[in-house]
């Protein structure tokens, strides 16, 4: 079974500045996908960076960071240089590579960006 | 080129009623899932189609149903609406099912009263 946690239900940062979003996740798939979505008021899922199991180094998406720990199984999100349009709920997932996987999502972090 | 288009993006049904709800994926794009969003379970996965086959299906009632045209357009159909049943139900979009990005829609808003 595979399982995301995400352990911050809300955050705050002052516009400009930089923020990480945690998450870690569980599974027993041998390869896999993570992936980070935006869901603003409106309810649409945004993608925004995805990080492949056996990619060696940490994906980037201009602003958008994936801090990638294999061993401790942890997927960090970092926004740099936050905007006022970033306030949104942050939602981590994964998708195992066999057969028919679906994305298990973890609960959500939401962000407030402060002026 | 356009994006997840779901149709309606709201509605409300009574108890006991059924609904069916429409997803055009991406051009080209032959993977359709299906989640719910309700605040109290998060997203969860409901059922996903591969070519008009359903390859994979989430622990939901058989109330819950779907299927997926020549054309990759894709329907869910909930029976004997429950209140539980209120939700914002997305549709996700992938070229194949085991690709990277899967693309959202907005979603339908479901309320059942």
């Known amino acids: 079974a595979q399982k995301i946690t995400q352990t911050q239900p809300g955050m705050f940062v002052q516009e400009k500045e930089a923020v990480t979003l945690d998450c870690t996740y569980d599974?027993?798939?041998?390869?896999?996908?993570l992936f980070w979505y935006k869901q603003p008021s409106s309810g649409e899922m945004i993608f925004l960076i995805y990080?492949?199991?056996?990619?060696?180094q940490n994906a980037t998406e201009g602003r958008y960071s994936l801090n990638f720990q294999k061993a401790r199984k942890s997927a960090n999100l970092v926004i740099s240089a936050s905007q006022l349009g970033d306030s949104a709920m942050y939602f981590c997932?994964?998708?195992?590579?066999?057969?028919?996987?679906?994305?298990?999502f973890g609960p959500g972090t939401r962000l407030s960006v402060l002026p | 080129k356009a994006g997840v288009t779901q149709t309606p993006r709201y509605l409300i049904k009574t108890r006991g009623q059924q609904v069916t709800l429409s997803c055009s994926p991406i051009?080209?794009?032959?993977?359709v899932s299906w989640y719910q969003q309700t605040p109290g379970q998060g997203l969860q996965f409901l059922f996903e189609?591969?070519?008009?086959?359903?390859?994979n299906k989430g622990n939901f009632p058989g109330r819950f149903s779907g299927r997926q045209f020549s054309n990759s357009r894709s329907e869910m159909n909930v029976s004997t609406l429950e209140l539980g049943d209120s939700a914002l139900y997305l549709c996700?979009?992938?070229?194949?099912?085991?690709?990277?990005?899967?693309?959202f829609g907005q979603g339908t808003r479901l309320t059942v009263v």
């Open positions: 599974t027993s798939d041998p390869s896999y996908g």
């Open positions: 996700a979009s992938s070229l194949l099912s085991e690709n990277t990005e899967a693309f």
């Open positions: 997932a994964m998708r195992g590579y066999n057969y028919g996987q679906n994305f298990v």
């Open positions: 189609y591969f070519s008009e086959t359903q390859r």
């Open positions: 051009s080209g794009h032959r993977s």
């Open positions: 990080q492949g199991s056996y990619d060696q």
